[in-house]
C-alpha cells in the first residue's frame, strides 16, 4: 500500500517536472499540432470565423507566450519612458493586435504541412530559436516559420515569431517610434486601440 | 521594334532616382527611408492600381482555374527561374548550392514536363532564392535608400540596380515573338499575385501603417534573404539588460540622431556574411 502511494506520489512529481521541462522544440511541435488540428476539423475557422479563431488562440497558444517582453521589444527604446500604467495599457493594446493577426491568420489556412526542422538544445541554454517550415499543398513558395523563445520559471516562453525572415514583433518598431515620436506614448496607445476598435468592427460583420 | 523592355525599366528607375533625388528634399528623418515622401505617394499610387486591376484579376484567375494548374503555371516559371538563380548562387561562389539548382532545371525540364511538375523538390533538391540584389548584397553592397518604385513595389536603391539587371537576364522577358513574351509576363505576374491573395488580409490586420509596416518587413526580408535565412543577430546594444539589441534604435532617439544613421546599424546592413 505504501509503496502504491509512492508510486502515485513519485507520477504526481514526475507529470509536474515534465510540464516544466518540455523542451522549446517540443513546446512548438505540440502546440502547433494541437491548433492544426483543431483548424482542420473546424469548418467555421476555415470559412473566415475569426471569433471562434481568437478563441483557439487565446486558450491553447497565449499561455505559451511572453506579451510583455513582445511589446517591449516593439516599442523598444520608448518602453522606458512610459510609466507602468501605459506599459500595461500598451502590452494589453498589442497583445489584441497580435492575437487578431494570428486568428487571422489561422482563417487563411488550407491544408498547409509543418515541418518542424531539427532541434538540439545545448545544455545551459535560455535562449533559442525553433524552425519550423509551412509547406504549400500546391503552389506557392515554402515559408519558414521560427520561433524565438526564453526559459521562465514557468517554462519556455515566445517572445518572437519570424515568418520568412520577417519577425513579427520587430517589425513594429519603426512605426511604433514614429508614432511615440510625434504624439507621445499616449498617441501611441491610441492609435493602438483605433486599430484595435476597427478591427473589432470588422470581425463581428464577418 | 525588337525588345526594348530593359531598356525602357532602365530609363525608367533613372527617372525615378531623378525624382528620388529631388524629392530627398521633403522627407521624414528616418535614415533608411530619406525619400519616403516620394516612396508614400508611389505606394499610394500602387496599392491603387492593385485595387483597382491586379487584384480583382488575380481573384478571378484564382477563382476560375483548378489548383493543379495554377501549381503548374507557378512551377513552369519557376522552374525557368531556377536557371537564373543558379547563375546567381554561382556567382556569389555557392557551388554546390549552383549546381543542385541546375540538378533541379534538368530534372524538371524533363521528367517535370517542361517545369510543369516540381520533381526536383521530392528528390530532396532545395528550391532557392537569390537574384542580383542579394548577390551584390553578398558582395558587401550595402542597402542604399529605399524606393517603392511603379507596380514592382519596394526595393533598396542596391536591389533597384538588381532588377535591372534581374530583368535585363530573365529568360521570360527576352522571349520571342513579343506576343507571347507579353502573355508570359503578365501570367506570370498575374500567377504570382494570386499566390499572394492569402497574405493580404494578415498584412491589413496586423499593419498600424500599412506603408511602414511593408517597408520594414521588406527590409527585414532581403536581410534574411542575403544571409540564406541565417543573418547575424543585432548586436547587443547594452548588455546586462533582457532587451533584445535595438539596432533601430539610431532613428528613434531624435533629430540629431536622423542624420546620422548609427555605425553599428550600416555594419550590420553592409556587412557581406561570413562564408559557410
Known amino acids: 500500500m505504501k509503496s502504491l502511494f509512492a508510486l502515485f506520489g513519485g507520477l504526481l512529481v514526475a507529470a509536474t517536472a515534465m510540464a516544466q521541462d518540455v523542451g522549446p522544440d517540443v513546446l512548438v511541435k505540440t502546440v502547433t499540432n494541437e491548433v492544426l488540428e483543431i483548424v482542420r476539423k473546424d469548418k467555421d475557422i476555415q470559412s473566415g470565423n475569426t471569433k471562434k479563431a481568437i478563441d483557439l488562440v487565446e486558450i491553447k497558444v497565449l499561455p505559451h507566450f511572453n506579451f510583455t517582453r513582445m511589446t517591449q521589444l516593439a516599442v523598444a527604446r520608448d518602453w522606458r519612458q512610459a510609466s507602468a500604467a501605459q506599459q500595461k495599457v500598451l502590452t494589453d493594446e498589442f497583445h489584441v493586435l497580435l492575437v487578431r493577426t494570428y486568428a487571422k491568420a489561422l482563417t487563411e489556412y488550407k491544408n498547409q504541412t509543418v515541418v518542424f526542422k531539427p532541434f538540439v538544445l545545448k545544455a545551459g541554454e535560455t535562449d533559442v530559436r525553433v524552425r519550423t517550415e509551412i509547406k504549400q499543398a500546391g503552389a506557392g513558395k515554402n515559408v519558414e516559420l521560427d520561433y524565438w523563445l526564453e526559459k521562465s520559471p514557468s517554462g519556455w516562453k515566445v517572445y518572437d515569431i519570424e515568418v520568412g525572415g520577417i519577425s513579427l514583433i520587430t517589425n513594429y518598431r519603426e512605426s511604433f517610434a514614429s508614432e511615440v515620436r510625434n504624439s507621445g506614448i499616449d498617441g501611441l496607445i491610441k492609435s493602438l486601440q483605433a486599430k484595435n476598435k476597427s478591427g473589432e468592427a470588422t470581425s463581428v460583420k464577418k | ?276
Open chain 2, 1 to 276: 521594334m525588337k525588345t526594348t523592355l530593359p531598356a525602357r525599366i532602365k530609363s525608367l528607375t533613372a527617372a525615378i532616382a531623378a525624382i528620388g533625388l529631388l524629392a530627398g528634399c521633403a522627407s521624414s528623418g528616418n535614415p533608411k527611408d530619406p525619400i519616403e515622401g516620394f516612396n508614400r505617394a508611389m505606394f499610394a499610387f500602387n496599392e491603387g492600381l492593385d485595387a483597382a486591376i491586379v487584384k480583382p484579376v488575380a481573384k478571378g484567375y484564382d477563382a476560375v482555374l483548378p489548383s493543379p494548374v495554377k501549381t503548374g503555371v507557378t512551377n513552369f516559371f519557376s522552374n525557368i527561374e531556377d536557371l537564373f538563380v543558379g547563375v546567381n548562387n554561382l556567382l556569389q561562389g555557392k557551388v554546390p548550392e549552383a549546381v543542385s539548382d541546375l540538378g533541379r532545371v534538368v530534372i524538371n525540364s524533363t521528367v517535370g514536363i517542361l517545369g510543369l511538375i516540381d520533381f526536383a523538390s521530392d528528390a530532396g533538391l532545395e528550391k532557392h532564392d537569390e537574384d542580383f540584389g542579394q548577390t551584390f548584397g553578398r558582395w558587401g553592397v550595402g542597402n542604399g535608400a529605399y524606393v517603392v518604385i511603379p507596380v514592382f513595389g519596394p526595393r533598396t536603391a542596391r536591389d533597384t540596380v538588381g532588377l535591372v539587371l534581374d530583368i535585363a537576364a530573365d529568360p521570360v522577358a527576352n522571349h520571342n515573338p513579343e506576343r507571347t513574351r507579353d502573355l508570359a509576363l503578365v501570367l506570370r505576374f498575374v500567377n504570382d499575385r494570386a499566390n499572394l491573395l492569402p497574405a493580404d488580409k494578415v498584412i491589413e490586420e496586423a499593419a498600424l501603417d500599412k506603408y511602414s509596416y511593408m517597408r520594414d518587413a521588406y527590409l527585414q526580408r532581403r536581410r534574411n534573404l542575403i544571409h540564406d535565412g541565417n543573418p547575424p543577430r543585432e548586436v547587443e546594444a547594452d548588455s546586462g539588460s533582457t532587451d533584445r539589441p535595438l539596432t533601430a534604435e539610431a532613428g528613434v532617439v531624435g533629430p540629431q540622431a536622423e542624420s546620422a544613421p548609427a555605425p553599428a546599424m550600416l555594419v550590420a546592413r553592409t556587412q557581406p556574411p561570413e562564408a559557410k
